[in-house]
């Protein structure tokens, strides 16, 4: 059995899901403890809640790793788990996974966006920065764009809050006189870099590719079990019956 938990990163993706994933909404605190009770071997994190909700917790990712189940990570808040739990065996891809276990990335907001809820796609409504660092990146390479203007763009991106970035907001902050400014929204818009979106359709192969069956349980570590996860294990436990 195979789960993907996934929402606005791989919206808009064109590829297709296969029937033996079981697509799941971003993962929350004890799912993925959850997905292990119930006899989950391979599981794909994406996309994560945050805020006002418990995110991911790395020991329930250790858990699930000491049960041999295949954990894979990478895009959004699975990359930051990746890059925290690949030495214990959990498979990281993308750039935004190798970024922050080089530390290139080192900032959570880095990967946050705001989006719609599931009834509406889970749509992204703003812009993370590894997307508006990817795209400024991108139509420079291009000499669609000077470096100073990019380099303005940039440093105005991450002086704002992503519940409120777009590109739009980020246009306007930087000063661009109106009509330069029309022109860089449409030509940013024709070309946008959806690294997220990338590496979550890497995700999404590796999960497809992998076989569902659990490994070994690991023998160069062992799952300390702490006095705040065993509560924790035996309440997320008892809920799954």
Avoid at 17 to 35: E, F, K, N, R, Y
Avoid at 53 to 72: M, N, R, Y
Avoid at 202 to 212: F, G
Wanted: aromatic share 6%; charged share 20%; with cysteine.
């Amino acid at each position: 059995m195979k789960v993907l938990f996934a929402g606005p990163s791989l919206h808009g993706s064109t590829k297709t899901v296969d029937p033996s994933i079981t697509l799941l909404p971003p993962a929350a605190q004890g799912d993925i403890a959850a997905a292990v009770h119930r006899g989950v071997n391979v599981i794909g994190l994406i996309d994560g809640v945050y805020e006002s909700i418990a995110a991911i917790w790395h020991k329930e990712i250790l858990f699930a790793l000491s049960e041999g189940v295949q954990v894979i990570g990478g895009a959004s808040l699975g990359a930051l788990r990746a890059a925290e739990c690949t030495a214990f065996g959990m498979i990281g891809v993308g750039e935004i996974f190798r970024d922050y276990q080089t530390g290139n990335l080192i900032d959570d907001a880095d990967v946050a966006l705001l989006h719609a809820p599931k009834e509406l796609g889970y749509r992204p409504l703003t812009e993370a920065m590894v997307d508006v660092r990817a795209t400024i990146s991108w139509h420079v390479q291009q000499n669609n764009l000077s470096r100073e203007d990019g380099c303005h763009l940039l440093q105005t991106a991450e002086n704002q809050f992503f519940k409120d970035r777009t590109w739009r907001t980020i246009i306007t902050g930087a000063g661009f006189p109106k009509d330069r400014g029309a022109e860089l929204h449409t030509l940013i818009c024709r070309k946008p870099m959806r690294q997220k979106q990338m590496d979550a359709e890497l995700v999404l192969e590796h999960v497809t590719m992998v076989a569902a069956r659990r490994a070994s349980p690991p023998t160069d570590w062992t799952l300390r079990q702490t006095s705040l996860f065993r509560p924790w294990r035996g309440a997320q436990e008892s809920l799954q019956g």
